[in-house]
């Protein structure tokens, strides 16, 4: 089992920058890679950005060149950093966190969602 536990977001300009962060504990060795989701209201959630334990970045086209993700294997924690942020971006974001049982078995773990709103 792996538990995940976002922190960041908030409320900003358009043009500003906020960070989050998502905090994994529990059987962190077999989490393989880690990223983000977001939801926005009367849609469906969207993928924004992935890492692998390796550090290689997966990006929606959306986001690519604003957002930043990075990985701290270390603290198990990985972040999202959000620049150029425009109202469109608005939505609750979700770290996801996709690990490997020793038996080959994949599951998917999410975190309780951090709002984001950017005002024009």
């Known amino acids: 089992q792996v538990q995940l536990v976002e922190s960041g977001g908030g409320l900003v300009q358009a043009g500003g920058s906020l960070r989050l962060s998502c905090a994994a504990s529990g059987s962190t060795f077999s989490i393989t890679s880690l990223g983000w989701y977001r939801q926005a209201p009367g849609n469906q959630r969207e993928f924004v950005a992935r890492i692998s334990r390796a550090g290689v970045t997966n990006y929606a086209n959306s986001v690519k060149g604003r957002f930043t993700i990075s990985r701290d294997n270390a603290k198990n924690t990985v972040y999202l950093q959000m620049n150029s942020l425009k109202p469109e971006d608005t939505a609750v974001h979700y770290c996801?966190?996709?690990?490997?049982?020793?038996?080959?078995?994949?599951?998917?773990?999410w975190g309780q969602g951090s709002q984001v709103t950017v005002s024009s």
């Open positions: 996801f966190a996709w690990a490997t049982s020793p038996g080959g078995y994949e599951s998917q773990y």
